[in-house]
């Protein structure tokens, strides 16, 4: 008797189940409209209607058993566990109507004592590659003995959910189930969902453990020193984990455990826009056969891609196997880390370009999660706003934040790592005034982190923020470390520092019952001028 899903209440017969690249993109191309070659080989489809993900349809079931772990609020959403069995059976009810299914049975977590059994059912070939490029593959002998899987994803997105429904919000639902150990997606074909649904379920089951889960970039040195990247979109989180002279571990989902670092994913998952040969050779380089590339304008005849057209959404992307970069950790394990980046876009030009911070400040960095962004396109609007994302992932964390920085803070100081914020955004005056820091000038502070430069030179403390700024970095002009060296106006400097200084504090106060004291003790402090 072949493979079924009879134990779903899925009748249907005909389930390619871990099917070879090539068949999958016969699939995609005979029966998934819009589904095209890219010139170079790579898989171009439409993710329909949502081309991001959806954090306000997502849902997670209440159960005694796990509601005293979950930080609910706006990011995880309380949902009855009838109203999800209502949209299960939706689910399950349009997977029944269609001719075919397509089955990933893989893992998550490169460390085997981590690991989970994932089996993905859906009903587009674009996604079953998607996830078979995010996922670990097994081996034929580890699939012939895979057994029943830890979690499952009913992907039926291309049905959408009933708004009559209670508690659905809209026509798109992604509910977590933790104790039925599934994943229902309705109303969005977007494949971001599947991805960032596993790596919410390994943020809820990981610190269970003791392990530390991370939405962050790895990549290691060869004497086996290991570097972690945090940081929120436009960062620079990808870009500086490609580094030629490191491997790299993963892009964008880790775990620290008792015995080092692992990477969660089989591949990466990268923003395609403006992509360039020029700016990013690897990722540039990893698009070809195998790799899916999600909305993006190509020419018709040529099918060469133009990776500057957003006029189906800003949030192209790429998803590729790790093995498609070229410099990489195979298996994606590696020891604990030396080092912990913290990057932000500061276009408040007040942060410096590196500065070292104390396991508490660390903490209280992390728990902030801060960049900022450049306004919008309004008319007179310059003003820089801040942006604050827990754990710098909020969206995926299902503890309260504090849960993560008290991991995060245990093994900085017992494996001895050192944390750093580095600052990618502006220098010399805010946005509209400074200038953005140079990417060389952020590369070679990142070399001196790692070549050990900064261990004998002399650093000052920031009056207000309490960290440590090195006063000299090779191949760095010493005038742009310290901030207000490079403002012209530095009455300007201050005003605008006090400023940050009280977004900061503003956006803890939500935190301040649930976090330690010498965390809270961490935080920026007002300058009081003499």
């Known amino acids: 008797m072949g493979f079924n899903l009879k134990q779903y209440g899925i009748e249907v017969e005909t389930i390619h189940r871990n099917s070879s690249v090539p068949v999958l993109y016969e699939l995609g191309l005979r029966l998934e409209k819009g589904t095209a070659i890219s010139s170079v080989g790579a898989l171009m489809t439409y993710s329909g209607e949502k081309t991001g993900r959806s954090p306000k349809d997502k849902r997670v079931v209440k159960n005694p058993r796990s509601a005293n772990n979950i930080d609910w609020g ?110 229902v997606i309705l109303g969005t074909e977007y494949a971001g969902e599947m991805k960032k649904g596993i790596f919410s379920i390994m943020n809820y089951l990981m610190p269970l453990e003791g392990v530390m889960p ?127 980046i913290f990057l932000t876009c500061d276009a408040f030009g007040v942060l410096p370009p590196v500065s070292k911070l104390t396991p508490e400040q660390a903490s209280y960095h992390f728990i902030s999660g801060y960049t900022a962004k450049v306004a919008g396109t309004e008319m007179g609007v310059t003003e820089p706003e801040a942006t604050f994302s827990a754990c710098f992932g909020a969206a995926f964390m299902m503890w309260h934040p504090n849960k993560y920085a008290e991991l995060l803070a245990e093994k900085i100081k017992e494996h001895g790592a050192t944390a750093w914020l580095v600052n990618t955004g502006w220098s010399g005056g805010a946005y509209g005034i400074g200038n953005r820091m140079k990417l060389k000038y952020t590369r070679a502070m990142i070399d001196a982190i790692h070549n050990g430069s900064f261990e004998n030179v002399d650093y000052v403390t920031d009056e207000g923020f309490g960290f440590q700024i090195p006063t000299s970095c090779p191949n760095v002009p010493s005038e742009i470390l310290v901030p207000e060296n490079t403002w012209a106006n530095k009455a300007e400097y201050e005003k605008t520092k006090v400023k940050l200084i009280s977004l900061f504090q503003k956006n803890f106060k939500k935190f301040e019952s649930g976090v330690n004291p010498e965390i809270l003790e961490a935080g920026p402090k007002e300058v009081v001028n003499s």
């Not at 990549?219 to 960062?235: A, C, H, K, P, Y």
């Not at 620079?236 to 969660?264: Q, V």
């Not at 020419?299 to 060469?304: A, E, S």
Request: glycine share 6%; with cysteine.
């Open 74 to 183: 706006d990011i995880n959403i309380e949902l009855d566990e009838y109203t999800y069995m209502v949209n299960r059976e939706r689910a399950v009810d349009y997977l029944n109507i269609k001719e075919h299914l397509y089955v990933v049975d893989a893992f998550a977590g490169w460390d085997p004592k981590y690991r989970l059994k994932v089996r993905i059912v859906c009903t587009r070939a674009y996604h079953a590659l998607f996830m078979q490029n995010m996922l670990i593959m097994p081996t034929a002998e580890e699939l012939e003995n895979f057994g029943e899987p830890d979690y499952v994803i009913f992907n039926a997105g291309g049905f959408k959910a009933n708004s009559f429904t209670s508690s659905m919000t809209s026509k798109t639902s992604v509910d977590v189930n933790l104790e039925k150990k599934e994943i």
């Open 214 to 340: 991370m939405h962050c970039s790895a990549n290691v040195g060869e004497e086996g020193d290991v570097t972690i990247l945090f940081g929120l979109s436009g960062t620079g989180k990808t870009t500086l984990s490609a580094d030629p002279k490191r491997k790299l571990i993963g892009d964008d989902e880790h775990c620290w455990t008792d015995e080092g670092t692992f990477n969660i994913e089989g591949g990466c998952y990268a923003k395609a826009i403006d992509l360039s040969a020029e700016k990013e050779p690897d990722i540039f380089n990893a698009i070809k056969f195998g790799t899916v590339l999600e909305n993006v304008g190509f020419d018709p005849n040529t099918r060469v891609v133009d990776y500057s057209d957003v006029s189906f959404t800003q949030n192209t992307r790429a998803s590729y196997p790790i093995n498609y970069i070229e410099n990489v950790q195979l298996p994606c394990v590696a020891g604990h880390p030396k080092n912990i």
